[in-house]
Every structure is written in C-alpha cells, then in structure tokens.
C-alpha cells in the first residue's frame, strides 16, 4: 500500500514510530535503573556490580551495532515497517525473557538479544517519519518521535523506585507486544516504494557508505555528533552512585538523576525541534544544543568537585543533550532512499553503542595515569565533546532538502 504525503504530524506513521520509540527507550533504560538492584539480586557486591554492569551494558550495546547493521539493510531492501515490526518483536521477547534469569550468563545473553530487537526501531521509525511528512513540516513530525522517547525513558526511570525489576521487565515486553497490533496498519512510503521498483538503484549496502570519501566523512561525523549524549547518561548519569560514593555525596538517588536528566531531554527536544522549525535550520541548532551541553557538564563536575548533589546538573545536561529530536532529524536528511534506514539505525546505534569504546578508555586512563573514576570520566568527555563539535561544523545545512532521491 502507498502512503500519501502527511503535512500534519498527527498522523499514523508518527504516532506508531512516536509509541515504538517511547517503547524503546523505555526499555533500553530498564537496565540503567534496574543495574544494580538486579545484579544485587544475583548475588553481586561491591565493586562486581560496577565491572558486571559496564560489561552487560557493553554487550547489549554490542547487539545494538550488530542489530542496527542487520536492521538497516533489511529496511532499506525490505521496506521500513518490516524493521518495525521485527524489531519489537525481539525485544519483547527478550525483555520478558529478562524477568526470569538467574545468573550473569543468561543475563548477558538476553540483554544481547535486547540489544539487537532495540536496534530497528528508531532508524527505521525516524525514516518513515520523514519520507511520509511534507519537506516544511517533516521536523514537527520527528519533534514528536523523538519526544515520546525521551518520556519513555522518563516512565523507566519512574517505575523504578516503585516496581521490582522482574516485573518491570515483564511489563515492558508485553507493552511491546501491544504494539504490533498497531504495527498492522502501517504503512510504506511512496519514496521507498519508487525505489525498491528501480533494480538499478543498489539498497542498503554498508559498502556503499564507503565508497566515496565525501560519504563516508558525512557517515562518520554524523554518528561522532551524537556520541556525547550516550556519554552523558551512559557513564555521567549511569555512573552516578559511583561518582557519590567516591567524593561523599550524601543521599544521592540515581533514578532521580536519570529521571531529571530525561526531562531535561525532553525539554531539550521538544525546544530545540521548534527553534529549528522556526529558524530553519538544523545544524546551528545542533550547535548552539551542544555549547550548552559543555557549559552543563563542566558544572556538573564542579558540583561533583564540592560533594554537593547533582540534580540540578543533570537536568541542565539533559536538556542540552535534547538536540536529539534535530539530530536524528538530520542524519535522515544526510542520506538517500536507498541507504536512509541504514544510516538511521546504525548512526543511531553506534552512537549508543560507543559506550562500549568509553567504557575500557576511562578504565585504561585510570590504570595508565593512576587517575579516579571522575577524572577520567573528564578527560573522556572532553574528547567526544571536541570530536562532536567539530563534526557538527563540517556537515552541511539539511533543512529543507528533498529526500527523494538515492545514492549512487
């Protein structure tokens, strides 16, 4: 079935991709919350639920490059909405798989398989959205996409104080489940269909990214610009209870600061779409976003630096981090039809999954150079800080470009 072109974004394709990615990031960030009470659970203490918890977070996010590799070729050789469709179905099942482990192996494997379900919805959601919404009004659509995430990721960090982990993890993968009733009525977009007609055009091949050094630049600054927001609630914010213990911070509540952080995203999100639709452009945006961010962490380890509570910090990274909804926007923009989703879901994905990068190189700073845990954390995000910043630079200006056309 073909779609026609949306100029509203309260339309189905926006709606579905908006729940599948509130879905997500809902859980995604159920084992951000649930780490240490569920390693706990397993007999874990001390200084094993930090070395454990890093590792199962870099294997799931190990699943998610693999799974936005995988994910990507098949939604741009396939079509977008079976990506979706796949995509919530291994998650789901993994996540109520997650409800009943009982030891580290099986936990690292569903969180694997977790991975590799999550990889597909964004990319592929992000694509539909922007091939099925006019070229003025595509950003109000991935607004709302990118939003619902971020209060995804909110409603993760609320439950967490109130249900067990086993049943959250349940619960999130039989809300997964719900949606692929939803999924049912989704539809294709014409842009994708033009293509997937033409046997000339070659779809969803990774090769192609590198087949020209213009390309594969684009390709890597484009994932080098979102790398920072992982590193914000990947290892700031993730790390939190860390970070109190070792400079005294008394009563810090890590589901607070993620909670706080994801509003800030939220707000981030929601602001920074709307200043991109109305000053029409994408990357100064993206820029201005990310000054912000800087200015937030470099208070935030001041505050870490006088033992005093990070909540209010964590609210400010959040919602400089919230240029999100721009970004995502952005990358789709950056690419063809014939590599869109491909470049969405890993993009995506290897940005969450540099944390697996992160994660060994502020360990191998703190052997090295007999640094802390938050000295090292400074040194790795003035490093990403400088590689997004520099990236945002070189990337052209993408409002208001046609997408209706394909990579050769």
Known sequence: MKARLHHSPLNL????AGLGFFVDAFDLFLFNIYRIPSLKDLGLSGKDLTSYGENLLAIQMAGMMIGGIVTGMIGDKKGRVSVLF????????????????????????VRFFA???????????????????????????????????????????????IIPWRMAFLGAGILGLLLLFLRMKTMETDMFQKTIQNPI??????SLLFSSRSRTIKYLACIL???????????????SPEIASLYHIEGLQLGTCFILFQVGITLG???????SQLLKTRKKIIFAYMLFAIAATVLHFLMISR?????????????GCGYLSVYVTATAEHFGTNLRVLVS???????????TILVPLHVWMEKTWQLNLVESLSLTGMLVWLLALASVMLLPETYGKNLEYTEK
């Not at 394709?13 to 579905?16: C, E, H, R």
């Not at 033992?307 to 919602?319: E, H």
């Not at 879901?345 to 944390?355: Q, S």
């Open 307 to 319: 033992s005093k509570d990070l909540y209010i910090t964590s609210l400010l990274m959040g919602t």
């Open 201 to 206: 055009v070659k779809k969803g091949s990774f």
């Open 345 to 355: 879901a890993t993009v995506t994905n290897f940005m969450r999954g540099a944390v």
């Open 225 to 239: 610009m979102g790398v920072p927001i992982w590193y914000s609630v990947g290892l700031l914010i993730t790390l």
């Open 13 to 16: 394709a926006v709606f579905v």
């Open 269 to 275: 999100d929601l602001s920074s779409g709307m200043l």
């Open 115 to 161: 991975g590799l379900g999550l990889a597909g919805e964004l990319g592929a959601g992000i694509a539909l959205v922007s091939e099925s919404m006019s070229i003025e009004n595509r950003g109000y659509g991935t607004i709302m996409v990118a939003t619902l995430g971020a209060i995804g990721a909110v409603t993760a960090g609320l439950i967490g104080n």
């Open 86 to 109: 796949g995509s919530i179905l291994l998650y789901s099942v993994s996540n109520m798989a997650n409800a009943f482990v009982y030891d580290i192996q099986s936990y690292a494997v």
